[in-house]
């Protein structure tokens, strides 16, 4: 089967820059997404690579290596709003099936 | 533009019932995913329906299934409740092909506690 992993969780102070990491076994699959989410919320949608390199949105940016099987998720200035978990997730479009990741749970301090 | 909605919210359930979920897609979407996610954990893929119709399933048991109706909108029926089976059910709505199958607008979930 497939795999996404990530860190189980990262602690960084508001302003600082911290970088998610998501390695993964898998094929056949169009792209790297993230999402965010808060406790009691739902995942929301944040990046997605579809090309290998790096996609910036805001504060946000992710990279995509097809060839190291490797992405993160970089937050710059880091907000304590930003304390979530973030999950990495694929689409396999051979089975028509979605993979996430178990999720990084991100602590902003102040 | 409308985002997904589920119902209901919260539900409790004893050990051999039955349950339907219900999902309503984003407006622009025509294929719904559902999800089971376990506190701590990241969303397990349920399945996917397309043009009414099943189209990916990921490692559930066939007493989890479901329905997609003309207008996109979409049921999880879960049979036999399982006390493994507490957990927050997603659904989700994306586009059908290329960027848009990759993005997913998921609903706030309905919580489904088994006694």
């Known amino acids: 089967g497939q795999s996404l992993e990530q860190p189980s969780e990262v602690t960084a102070v508001e302003g600082a820059i911290v970088q998610i990491n998501c390695t993964y076994q898998t094929s056949g699959f169009y792209g790297l997404s993230w999402y965010q989410q808060h406790d009691g919320g739902a995942p929301t949608f944040l990046s997605y690579?579809?090309?290998?390199g790096l996609e910036e949105t805001g504060r946000f940016s992710s990279f995509l290596s097809r060839s190291d099987s490797y992405g993160y998720l970089l937050l710059q200035e880091l907000q304590m709003k930003d304390s979530a978990s973030y999950f990495c997730a694929v689409y396999e479009y051979n089975f028509n099936k979605f993979y996430f990741g178990s999720g990084t749970k991100l602590n902003v301090k102040p | 533009e409308t985002g997904v909605t589920q119902s209901p919210t919260h539900l409790i359930k004893t050990r051999g019932q039955q349950v339907t979920l219900r999902c309503s897609s984003q407006s622009g979407h025509n294929t719904v995913s559902w999800y089971q996610q376990a506190l701590g954990q990241g969303p397990q893929f349920i399945f996917q329906?397309?043009?009414?119709?099943?189209?990916g399933r990921g490692n559930f048991p066939p007493r989890f299934s479901g329905l997609q109706f003309p207008n996109y909108s979409s049921e999880l029926n879960v049979n036999a409740l399982e006390l493994d089976d507490s957990a927050l059910y997603l659904c989700a709505s994306s586009g059908a092909t290329g960027t848009g199958a990759n993005v997913l607008t998921f609903g706030a979930g309905s919580r489904l506690t088994v006694l």
């Open positions: 329906y397309y043009r009414e119709e099943e189209n």
């Open positions: 690579n579809g090309l290998d």
